[in-house]
Structures are given as C-alpha cells and as structure tokens.
T-cell receptor, first 113, second 114 residues
C-alpha cells in the first residue's frame, strides 16, 4: 500500500460526458502528479501540482483540467469525453523535492462507450 | 517522440535464472533513472534507481546498470522468482528542468515460469 488513494476504481461513461477523478496523496506529500496509461502505452505525464499550484504540464489535452485543494487532495476533470480517453489514470505523490521517488495510487480505470 | 524506449514488450524466464530488462533513452539531459514494477490492478511501485554519476546500483536481487555513452540501462534480477512476474517500467528524469516530471517507457511484461 503506497498510501496514495484514488477514487473511483472504475468508471464507465458515454462520449461527450464529463467525469472527475479524485486523488489523496500520502500524508505529508505536497506534490501530486497525474498520468494516463492507454492500451500498450507507457505512463504519459499529464500534470503536476505542488502545494496547490500547478508546477508542470505534460501531454494534457485542453479538455482535461486538474486542481489541488488546500487539504492537498487533487481532482482531474475530463470533459467532452471521447472513446480514445479510455485508459488507466494514475495519481502519484511525493514531497516534491529533487531526487524524490513518486508513489503511485492504484489507478482509476475509465471506459468511455 | 519516445525519449525512453523499452523495445521488448515481453520477456519469459525460468525460475532461478537471470532476468535482464533493457531500456534505451535519447535525451542526454536525463540524469536520474528509475525502475518501477506494476502488478495487475495496482499502481506502479518503485523498485530501484540510479544516478547518472554511477554505473551500477544494487539492491538485493535487483541490480541496475547504466551505460551513459550508449544511453542504455538495464535491470538484472537474479535469481528470478515467480513473484517477480509483473510489468516493469523504466523512467528517466531531466534534472535541468524546473519540474521533476518523469518520462516513462512503455513497459516490459516479465513472466517467470516455475
């Protein structure tokens, strides 16, 4: 158990809909990272938040957005969903400093029909 | 543009033998490399890492080798055990950037046969 929690575990929705994925980091961690893993793909970095502020952006679509709240939990919002958005979405956390290992949650499996 | 490549999607090894997982990278600014292991229905878990100032790091049955001139790293597991069966991702970080984001390879499914 990494200490990172993600809800829900599974999500099935239709094209055009909007969903929110939630992540609670390990106790004491200030940084939250979101990743997408599509079929046969590696983990694609989407976005990082550090202590409530956006720190870095990766390959995140404009239809996707995220935020980190004062209690440090984070939400990833996916809107106007398309079939290709079906994937595993992972959240990871760490203290945020250099050389830090990232600790991953169990992921949310999103299926867009 | 895949900056981190794991060219073998799968690898099967007999229990007790050595497993060698390979990873190549293209970005010469990467200076820290990690291996993660992922079981089904779980998130990736950190396994072992190596800084670019080293060429070898060992932790029990796991050893990571880094060849900077070839931009290649490998993970050796000796002896391999059935519980090692998982997907292994290599990841690299560009320390020159302000963010500590990792670039991951696509993973290698290791199957250790009893």
């Amino acid at each position: 158990d990494s200490g990172v929690t993600q809800t829900p575990k599974h999500l099935i929705t239709a094209t055009g809909q909007r969903v929110t994925l939630r992540c609670s980091p390990r106790s004491g961690d200030l940084s939250v990272y979101w990743y997408q893993q599509s079929l046969d793909q590696g983990l694609q970095f989407l976005i990082q938040y550090y202590n409530g502020e956006e720190r870095a952006k990766g390959n995140i679509l404009e239809r996707f957005s995220a935020q980190q709240f004062p209690d440090l939990h984070s939400e990833l919002n996916l809107s106007s969903l398309e079939l290709g958005d079906s994937a595993l979405y992972f959240c990871a956390s760490n203290l945020g400093g250099p050389g830090e290992t990232q600790y991953f949650g169990p992921g949310t499996r999103l299926l867009v029909l | 543009d895949q900056q981190v490549k794991q060219n073998s999607p799968s690898l099967s090894v007999q229990e007790g033998r050595i497993s060698i997982l390979n990873c190549d990278y293209t970005n010469s600014m990467f200076d820290y490399f990690l291996w993660y292991k992922k079981y089904p229905a779980e998130g990736p878990t950190f396994l072992i890492s190596i800084s670019s100032i080293k060429d070898k790091n060992e932790d029990g049955r796991f050893t990571v080798f880094l060849n900077k001139s070839a931009k290649h790293l490998s993970l050796h597991i000796v002896p391999s055990q059935p519980g090692d069966s998982a997907v292994y991702f290599c990841a690299a970080r560009d320390f020159s950037g302000s963010a500590r984001q990792l670039t991951f390879g696509s993973g290698t499914q290791l199957t250790v046969l009893p």
